[in-house]
């Protein structure tokens, strides 16, 4: 038997960067984050922008749009920006990609011009998966402009979009050439949204740092009244941690192992289930509830601890139960349990959860039993209704 082995490796580098005013002409940091051009012409960008961002930043466009005519001999803006819809929808509309592809055709677009997508995490992985398709690769420079994606969507490897009813079907993992998170953009948040990316932050303290745990319910007054110091400062925790995981050992995913969706297998469907009404965020709040309390059951963490946990969620305003959960189908069966299989389909291999086994400690589980997740969801459908008396 003949045989020809190919085996080589690929080294991955991009920033995280924290700034203030990011297209104010004297900031230099945009222009620093390209690297000097080659060759005759600078490089081009391709801006695409959240529509629902840029209501609360109308004077953005222009903003661009001067900076780049005070740096024109570093880069060249590709014509107007893209505008695209916010929100899940910009995930479950292909018309959003088609554009995009479109454009980068048009403006002929290069494997080593720019795709700049500025906006919250659905915007984010729809323009992220428009340019790894683009060439096969259009470098991408993410602007998100949420709390959730500047801690921590924006930071990963994953781009993608919605498709057969399925939660991020489509995709690709694809690093960014750089994410620059803009802190004052998180002031226009509506509170909704302001809210959200703490879930993901609680998600990553329990299941890897206590510290971080303590230091979340420590300041809820202060997330509550959006204290811009104490949300950076999670935020950049956060994002620390969800990029140490990256780095340690499987950051595309071949394995059926997933730490970081903790929570997530209910959240993924009680989005779908109520048609993307709760947000990414607030999914992930009860999606936690509920894997929190299903650890209860098991006997890994105290009742002192699981109280603890569900008061910090109602604390920060999330709510702990969505009537969807409830959800059956024609023979009875509850809908949310789907989710446990789309969740295997969508990894591969067994199915593999992130459980608690202490705070501060996460440990996976390959098998649920439903008779408790049912018991789990009529606890935390009981306490919702002690929180919103």
């Known amino acids: 038997m003949d045989k020809l082995e190919q085996k080589f490796q690929v080294e991955f580098t991009f920033n995280v960067y924290f700034t203030h005013h990011l297209f104010a002409i004297d900031n230099p940091l945009f222009r620093e984050a390209i690297p000097p051009f080659q060759g005759s012409n600078p490089p081009s960008f391709l801006f695409v922008i959240d529509e629902g961002f840029l209501h609360h930043h ?3 466009v222009q903003q661009i749009r001067g900076y780049f005519a005070a740096h024109d001999a570093k880069m060249t803006l590709a014509g107007a920006p893209i505008i695209v819809e916010g929100g899940e929808n910009a995930k479950n509309e292909t018309k959003w990609i088609d554009n995009i592809l479109s454009k980068v055709n048009q403006m002929k677009i290069d494997r080593h011009s720019y795709i700049v997508a500025i906006g919250g995490g659905a915007v984010l992985d729809m323009a992220g998966f428009a340019a790894a398709m683009a060439h096969r690769g259009v470098r991408l420079i993410r602007v998100p ?3 959730l994606s500047q801690n921590d969507s924006g930071v990963g490897v994953k781009n993608g979009v919605n498709a057969f009813g399925k939660k991020n079907f489509l995709g690709t993992f694809e690093p960014p050439f750089a994410v620059i998170n803009d802190l004052q953009f998180l002031t226009t948040l ?11 932050a609680i998600k990553v303290a329990l299941i890897k740092d206590l510290d971080f745990f303590h230091e979340i319910e420590e300041n809820v007054e202060a997330y509550n009244r959006r204290d811009l110091k104490a949300m950076t400062s999670l935020i950049k925790h956060c994002a620390k941690l969800h990029l140490d ?27 779908q289930l109520t048609d993307y009404r709760i947000r990414h965020g607030e999914a992930v709040a009860i999606g936690i509830a509920l894997d929190v309390t299903y650890s209860l059951l098991k006997g890994n963490i105290s009742e002192e601890n699981w109280s603890r946990i569900l008061q910090l969620i109602s604390g920060l305003g999330f709510d702990l139960y969505a009537p969807e959960l409830h959800a059956t189908t024609e023979d009875g069966t509850l809908q949310v349990l789907k989710g446990l299989e789309e969740f295997r389909e969508h990894l591969g291999g067994e199915l593999t959860i992130m459980l ?14 439903h008779e408790l997740i049912v018991e789990s969801l009529n606890i935390l459908e009981r306490q919702h209704a002690k929180v919103t008396v």
């Not at 509506?190 to 993901?200: A, K, L, N, T, V």
């Not at 997933?258 to 997530?264: I, K, S």
């Open 145 to 147: 402009t949420t709390v």
């Open 245 to 271: 995981h990256i780095a340690g050992g499987d950051p595309f995913e071949k394995g059926s192992s997933r730490p970081l969706d903790f929570g997530h297998w209910a959240a993924h469907k009680l989005e």
């Open 190 to 200: 509506e509170d909704r949204d302001w809210r959200s990316g703490i879930s993901e």
């Open 58 to 60: 109308p004077n953005l």
């Open 356 to 369: 608690l086994e202490e705070l501060g400690k996460g440990v996976e589980v390959h098998e649920m039993d």
